[in-house]
């Protein structure tokens, strides 16, 4: 949609934010005669996003227009050594080459590697910094297939999560967001709506003016908890304990919905043996509440019409991540929530969309690699140690070291946990490493190339949503900034150096759009529950509701109601036939994690550490923006201590402290709170090389991986803190 008016000088872009967050909101971008940028708004036709933005992009033009971006191809000068740089002064380390030659010394250095390790010994590391179809995974997918390059496990942030609630529903549906206003009980469980979801905000406050509550179950008290009725501040990972006491309460008093149970779940009976064990005294003793508090929570919950749990990725991020959602997942299936609109639970709406995604990423192009069949899998939780051990350690199936590293849609410097692995592997000398990326990052200064990319009012792209059932159409408003090309762009251009021949490389955006809408010949897609989108139609509106949301007044979506489900049973599974047949336990169990307060290193490391992230950023990005910076000035460089801890260690207010483990050690400023209970310290996540030891939150962390999904464990970390030395 680019809609002008005759005699203004300016006309107006439909384009579609694509970070990193649910709320995937339609963007209207005007530009001015000269093709420049000079407004940006929330589309006020898009009934999620309702008009505005987040704090975080409502001034992206200054991320746009800003005089840091990385503009041209770089190439690392001969002898500079790869290390951590101060902020300002990256540009030092490299020199500018045209885009020629940057794709010619690429396409030489990766054929060289794969001449002499194999072409499995590159690796591709990306993630959903681009939440675009086809910023994400699309020609880049096609060119690592072809290439024969490892497959990239991209776990980092919501497969435990994901995997659990699938093996509970099959698929990722959830309680329309719009719906959330009929609610009666809001559960924010590991939500920091306000944060990080705030265009489900607006229906949280309608559905709290017609009465509803909010609760807020977060260690942490977030600003979201802040404004909650309730906030439970339980312990960090004992989310499925609080789930399972819950479940324990309701079956006691006979507060399920047997009609419910009895017509679309699987395993009940199962269930109901192991929660006996979950009494509230025992749940009590875990997570921090009181018994009472269990009760009431519990019996709020399950006698509240309608009751929604808008559960976020937070809960998933420790080592029984997968537990936690499965057991969360399964409290509206025990209590019939799902029968009541408004009710039920949304962790994420990304099953909906049904893109094809095998005409978009082409993984039958790894019949034509060298190997000539799918590459391994390398799981990116463990970047740390991929890069400095695999294949090391005389394990032949573990197949040859990574020589060579693709980054792009994120930053690893940053974000990827025990980060001294991570940097140690990106330091290697015989480790060759190119970035794609808008700035200099905690990453680029590893980079042997660094190559600009473009933002997504600089590209033409398409997308879903993980917080709202609409797809988008996302158009390119302005020329990319400088010479900064887009994921599209650079690895088709790529495959052509590398001497790929497929047709394929050579499509454009919007031929691939197509593709993935599986567009026919009237121009309409054939996509299950996309069939009504005619690409014309979407072209122009901007975005088109999935079939089932359409008529949302009169035939109002609601998930899991009726019908046969994509799990093995064919219903909701209490009990998992799955996990069942992998020989693991098919019930929902409170296993304490071994990094917390339970296990055996608590001993010498007592406090349990949250590496939080900030509101105002996107995980890492938007790190480097003074505008963004000044918004979390009052928490960067801080750890948040209970005052309890702080006495008991002679901590006060202000001090210099020295955080550690066996990982690492980092130097935070005391900030004393009780926005957390007291065993529980929070620092946050900032780039390394913000911190004057050009470290961050992550040399703490560790390369455990969640029971389910082979995610990172952020939040079962153990720490000592002390005042630090002078
Ligand atoms: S970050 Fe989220 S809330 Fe902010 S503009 Fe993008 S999609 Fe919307």
């Known amino acids: 949609m680019a809609a002008a008016s005759p005699v203004s000088p300016f006309h107006i872009v439909h384009t579609v934010c694509s970070h990193d967050c649910p709320d995937s909101c339609g963007v209207l971008v005007t530009v001015n005669a000269e093709g420049r940028a000079v407004k940006i708004q929330g589309d006020p036709a898009h009934p999620v996003t309702q008009g505005f933005l987040c704090g975080k992009v409502a001034k992206y033009l200054d991320r746009v227009y800003s005089p840091d971006r990385v503009l041209y191809p770089l190439k690392r000068k001969p002898g500079v050594a790869k290390e951590p740089r101060p902020r300002g002064r990256e540009m030092e380390a490299f020199v500018r080459v045209s885009w020629d030659e940057a794709l010619d010394g690429i396409a030489t250095r990766l054929k060289q590697v794969a001449e002499r390790y194999g072409p499995e010994s590159i690796l591709p590391y990306s993630y959903a910094g681009n939440m675009g179809l086809l910023g994400y995974g699309s020609m880049d997918r096609r060119f690592f297939h072809r290439l024969g390059a490892s497959q990239l496990d991209r776990t980092i ?72 009725d309730w906030h439970i501040a339980i312990r960090p990972g004992t989310d499925a304990a609080l789930a399972l006491g819950m479940m324990h309460v309701i079956l006691r008093e006979g507060l399920e919905d047997r009609a419910y149970i009895d017509a679309m779940t699987h395993g009940f009976g199962e269930l109901k043996e192991r929660v006996r064990e979950y009494t509230p005294e025992k749940v009590a003793a875990w997570t921090g509440m009181s018994a009472s508090q269990v009760k009431s929570l519990a019996r709020e919950y399950a006698s509240t019409r309608p009751a929604v749990i808008r559960l976020n990725y937070g809960v998933q991020r420790s080592e029984n991540g997968g537990a936690n959602v499965r057991a969360i997942a399964m409290l509206p299936a025990l209590t019939g929530a799902w029968k009541h609109r408004g009710g039920g639970a949304q962790l994420s709406t990304s ?34 140690f991929a890069l400095t051990e695999l294949g090391r350690n005389g394990h032949a199936h573990e197949g040859h070291p990574v020589h060579a590293l693709f980054v792009y849609n994120s930053n690893p410097g940053a974000v990827a946990p025990n980060h001294h692995a991570v940097v140690r592997g990106l330091m290697r000398d015989d480790l060759f490493t190119v970035v794609h990326e808008q700035f200099f990052t905690d990453t680029t200064d590893y980079a042997d190339y660094v190559l600009p990319a473009t933002t997504f009012l600089e590209h033409t792209d398409a997308q879903g949503a993980y917080g709202h059932y609409f797809v988008q159409w996302s158009h390119q408003a302005i020329e990319p900034v400088g010479e900064a090309r887009s994921n599209v762009w650079l690895f088709g251009r790529l495959a052509q150096r590398m001497g790929f021949e497929e047709e394929c490389f050579r499509d454009t955006p919007e031929a691939m759009i197509h593709q993935a809408l599986g567009v026919n010949g009237g121009g309409r897609s054939t996509n299950p529950g996309m069939e009504h989108i005619a690409v014309n139609e979407l072209k122009a509106k901007g975005h088109v509701p999935l079939a089932f949301h359409r008529e949302p007044e009169s035939a109002p979506f609601q998930p899991y109601v009726s019908g046969e489900l994509p799990t093995p049973s064919g219903k909701v599974e209490f009990c998992s036939a799955t996990l069942a047949a992998q020989g693991q336990d098919p019930l929902p169990a409170f296993v304490p994690p071994v990094e917390s307060r339970w296990g055996a290193e608590a001993k010498r490391y007592p406090m349990e550490l949250l590496g939080r992230k900030n509101d105002n950023y996107m995980n890492s990005t938007f790190a480097n923006l003074e505008g963004h910076r000044k918004m979390e000035k009052h928490k960067a460089g801080k750890l948040e201590m209970h005052p309890a801890d702080a006495a008991a260690r002679g901590i006060g207010e202000g001090d210099r402290v020295r955080i550690f483990n066996d990982r690492g050690e980092l130097r935070l400023t005391a900030l004393l709170a009780d926005a957390l209970p007291a065993g529980v310290v929070a620092g946050r996540l900032d780039w390394a090389k913000f911190h004057p030891e050009a470290a961050n939150i992550n040399v703490l962390t560790s390369e455990r991986l969640t029971d389910i999904g082979g995610s990172p464990t952020f939040y079962s970390v153990l720490v000592e803190v002390e005042k630090a030395g002078a």
């Open 157 to 228: 942030c919501s497969e435990a999560g994901g995997q659990a609630w699938n093996l509970v529903y099959g698929r990722k549906l959830g309680t329309p967001t719009e719906d959330f206003r009929l609610a009666k009980l809001i559960v924010a469980w590991g939500a920091n709506i306000h944060g990080n979801n705030i265009h489900l905000w607006p229906f949280i406050e309608q559905a709290r003016r017609n009465g509803g509550r909010l609760i807020v179950i977060d260690p942490y008290r977030t600003r979201t908890a802040a404004l909650a």
């Open 351 to 384: 099953g909906a969309f049904r893109w094809n995604e095998d005409a978009l990423r082409r993984p039958d192009l790894a019949q034509r690699s060298p190997l000539g069949r799918l590459a391994r899998t390398v799981n990116m939780s463990t970047l740390g």
